[in-house]
């Protein structure tokens, strides 16, 4: 099995800065894509960014945070970051990363999706 651990939420204030860790753990071939999702109260489930790794390496953002929030991968340690700068109220959610994951040589990817960690901007 595959678990995802998330880190690095908490409550900040208005322009200040987080950054989210997600390590990915257990039957790993490889990693299609790690992304972060984040769901306010009330609200959707909603693509903040994504990593893409298949036929390439490419990366996604969501209008509201490009130029603020950036998506790394330490491939080694299979793991994905989510450097999130000029925080403002509205980007409080609980984020939740998730992974899409080949488990073992010619196999189909699976999805996995961490706990969730709350992001509160507040003064």
């Known amino acids: 099995q595959v678990q995802l651990v998330e880190s690095g939420g908490g409550l900040v204030q208005p322009g200040g800065s987080l950054r989210l860790s997600c390590a990915a753990s257990?039957?790993?071939?490889?990693?299609?894509?790690m992304d972060w999702y984040r769901q306010a109260p009330g609200k959707q489930r909603e693509l903040v960014a994504a990593?893409?790794?298949?036929?390439?390496?490419?990366?996604y953002y969501e209008d509201s945070v490009k130029g603020r929030f950036t998506i790394s991968r330490d491939y080694a340690k299979n793991t994905v970051y989510l450097q999130m700068n000029s925080l403002k109220p509205e980007d409080t959610a609980v984020y939740y990363c998730?992974?899409?994951?080949?488990?073992?040589?010619?196999?189909?990817?699976?999805?996995?999706w961490g706990q969730g960690t709350q992001v509160t901007v507040s003064s």
């Open positions: 257990g039957s790993i071939f490889t990693i299609y894509v």
């Open positions: 990593a893409i790794t298949r036929g390439g390496s490419t990366t």
């Open positions: 998730h992974a899409n994951i080949v488990n073992r040589s010619g196999g189909q990817g699976n999805d996995y």
